[in-house]
């Protein structure tokens, strides 16, 4: 199993330009979610979907969207990218199943650079 | 709300030394506990986990007993390797609405040396 796959890895965007962060997984998981890591905070909850067509909002989701038209892929928008949102960007995902969904699988990441 | 407060970092330790970071927490009803790491270039694993009070995680040699009465979740490891250099994250997901989501200290880097 692939497990939790992000795309891209490292990306640089202007100010004002939108992008598409992509997160897919392959483990049937109901629950999802994007953090962004920052340096001293630890990982803040942007947004989360407990299941395909539903999605709900984070500790942080101003200038970001998320949908959820499947189970496997969750992307998440920026719709018009600020300097503030440079940062580290890890999907997560977690099963409601026979594995609780406190375990939760992350993403390798990725790196968002916004000049 | 739900929070999480790591020992600042980094650490640093010789190869052999005994390792403590500590992490205390503020929850409402009963949080599940876990530490994460995350080593160099990559993602966050799950090291281990505690889901009520007294239980002990454990695996690879580290462990962390959930403490209700302290609010804590201490990870110890009796001795350490260079391998276990990494950034090390004390995090609770909480019941109810709060079921599934989780709030993350601000993490501390720990560095072995040979």
């Known amino acids: 199993n692939a497990g939790v796959t992000q795309t891209p890895k490292f990306q640089v965007l202007k100010t004002g330009q939108s992008m598409t962060l992509q997160c897919a997984q392959d483990?049937?998981?109901?629950?999802m979610s994007w953090y962004r890591q920052d340096p001293g905070m630890g990982l803040r909850l942007i947004h989360y979907s407990v299941g395909a067509g539903i999605t709900d909002q984070g500790e942080v989701p101003n200038g970001y969207n998320v949908s959820r038209s499947t189970t496997e892929d969750f992307p998440l928008r920026l719709l018009s990218a600020a300097p503030s949102q440079t940062s580290v960007y890890f999907c997560?995902?977690?099963?409601?199943?026979?594995?609780?969904?406190?375990?939760?699988?992350f993403g390798p990441g990725t790196r968002l650079l916004v000049l | 709300g739900n929070s999480v407060t790591q020992m600042e970092g980094p650490v640093t330790l010789s190869e052999e030394a005994f390792l403590t970071i500590n992490c205390t927490y503020t929850a409402t009803g009963y949080p599940s506990l876990f530490w994460y790491v995350q080593y160099p270039g990559e993602g966050l694993q799950l090291l281990l986990k505690?889901?009520?009070?007294?239980d002990k995680g454990s695996n690879k040699g580290f462990e962390a007993t959930y403490r209700k009465e302290t609010t804590s979740f201490h990870l110890e490891k009796g001795s350490v390797q260079v391998s276990d250099s990494a950034v090390y994250f004390c995090?609770?997901?909480?019941?109810?609405?709060?079921?599934?989501?989780?709030?993350f200290g601000q993490g501390t880097i720990l560095t072995v040396h040979p």
């Open positions: 483990m049937n998981h109901e629950y």
């Open positions: 505690a889901t009520k009070a007294d």
């Open positions: 997560a995902s977690g099963s409601g199943g026979r594995a609780p969904r406190e375990t939760q699988y």
């Open positions: 995090a609770l997901s909480s019941g109810g609405t709060s079921y599934g989501k989780l709030t």
